[in-house]
């Protein structure tokens, strides 16, 4: 589930032009929520936390117990792929932060789990210390995580977050989700308690983990263009793209056509039809076949307005 989307400067569909040249658009943001998560903790090892409002991560000096947390992430974060990809962050709030000199790490699971209907009950279906769904054992008590790969909490006030964008493409993580464990958890002895109370999935909303991408929008068609007015996208504007002008015209005060694609791009005036006055202006960016556009060759071609 999409958290929200707020665009970081400027993004658009349509390219974004200075002086005649499409550039690139800028980053969008967005955070996706996380859904599915559970706690599992050792001294209940066989209870489901499912519908908990903590996702706890501690070392129990009292007894030498762990909790640990596991969580999956939102399916459609991973329709971005790593070329398009500039961060991702892993967020969840703490609301009482005693990690002392330890700190919470990440590790993808090798395994998947169930988040379960429990709430530090034996409600059977979901996952404990001992199965990852009440019913299929651990390999490895616990949870089952590849310890060769991890990222460290950035600790920051109520907030912890885990940067994975190096472990964007990494199949545990895309396919089973992440456990989030304290990186030392050797006993600290009595009273010592190291811990991370998280707030989970269940929890007041404004607490609740998510997952934070930036990552630059496909490429729109007039964007892939050197020059708006180069309709065929060979890198020049000659006749074969006068061809292309003709089947989108409109003429004043009528809607362009939708085919051919790229019509959009000829609207220079941006006024909704493609008309004399644009090709008015398309005359000025003209080169002829093959000659590459350049801004020096057609000083007095404009930028589209958008």
């Known amino acids: 589930m999409l958290r929200f989307v707020r665009i970081w400067m400027i993004a658009c569909s349509l390219c974004l032009c200075f002086g005649g040249k499409a550039v690139a658009a800028q980053p969008v943001i967005e955070q996706h929520a996380i859904t599915i998560d559970a706690q599992i903790d050792s001294r209940d090892p066989t209870f489901n936390y499912g519908l908990s409002t903590t996702a706890k991560v501690l070392v129990n000096g009292l007894d030498g117990s762990l909790t640990r947390t596991l969580f999956a992430f939102p399916s459609e974060i991973w329709s971005i792929g790593h070329e398009r990809l500039v961060s991702a962050r892993v967020w969840f709030y703490v609301w009482f932060d005693q990690t002392g000199t330890r700190t919470v790490r990440l590790h993808p699971l090798t395994r ?50 885990w940067d994975i964008t190096a472990l964007w493409d990494n199949e545990g993580l895309r396919s089973y989700g992440a456990i989030l464990k304290m990186n030392d958890e050797s006993d600290p002895g009595y009273p010592n308690m190291p811990r991370a109370p998280f707030t989970s999935s269940e929890g007041p909303a404004n607490e609740r983990p998510y997952v934070e991408i930036l990552y630059q929008p496909e490429e729109s068609l007039c964007g892939q263009r050197v020059v708006w007015a180069d309709a065929d996208g060979d890198g ?23 085919e051919p694609a790229g019509c959009e791009c000829l609207d220079v005036d941006g006024d909704g039809s493609i008309d004399a006055s644009d090709y008015q202006e398309w005359e000025k960016c003209v080169t002829g076949p093959e ?13 589209p307005e958008r």
């Open 112 to 161: 998947v789990f169930a988040e379960g209907t429990g709430d530090a009950t034996l409600s059977g279906d979901g996952a404990t210390w001992l199965s990852s769904d009440g019913q299929t054992m651990w390999t490895t008590a616990g949870g089952d995580y590849d310890p060769g790969f991890y990222v460290d909490a950035v600790e920051g006030g109520n907030w912890f977050s």
């Open 291 to 303: 000659i590459p556009w350049s801004v020096e060759s057609t000083p007095n071609c404009r930028s």
């Open 236 to 258: 020049d504007v000659d006749q074969d793209d006068f061809a292309v002008f003709q089947k989108c015209y409109s003429g004043s005060g009528e809607s362009y056509p939708s």
